[in-house]
């Protein structure tokens, strides 16, 4: 539940039962800012996109941060930083970037033949 103790060997919980919490955590502070860093990395397909169901409403009008390597987590993003090397590349919409960036491009078509 809420109270449940959230780390690395906390309960014997899942990577995803540990997500799924923080993530719960987070929104019941309805904070102003969201920062999520690889939010669903570790949770099935199923609850990844009840996740950003609900993310996707929840984020509306409000400053979210999204670190992530899922595409489907990219589609709740109004703006894509791309980065390679710790520096900031381009930016863009998932369309502006699919044409213009090769690294996005690249990694977008690798996490999809790895998700196939």
Not at 73 to 81: F, K, N, Y
């Amino acid at each position: 539940g809420y109270d449940t103790v959230v780390g690395e060997n906390a309960n014997r919980l899942s990577g995803g039962q540990r997500q799924r919490i923080a993530l719960a955590r987070a929104i019941l502070r309805d904070p102003r800012i969201l920062i999520l860093d690889e939010a669903t990395s570790q949770v099935d397909l199923a609850s990844e996109q009840l996740i950003n169901r609900v993310l996707a409403e929840f984020t509306r009008e409000r400053t979210t941060i999204i670190i992530t390597h899922r595409p489907s987590t990219l589609e709740l993003a109004d703006r894509i930083l791309v980065m390679d090397a710790g520096q900031i590349i381009d930016s863009g919409t998932h369309d502006e970037l699919s044409l213009r960036c090769q690294l996005y491009r690249r990694l977008y078509r690798t996490h999809f033949r790895e998700a196939a």
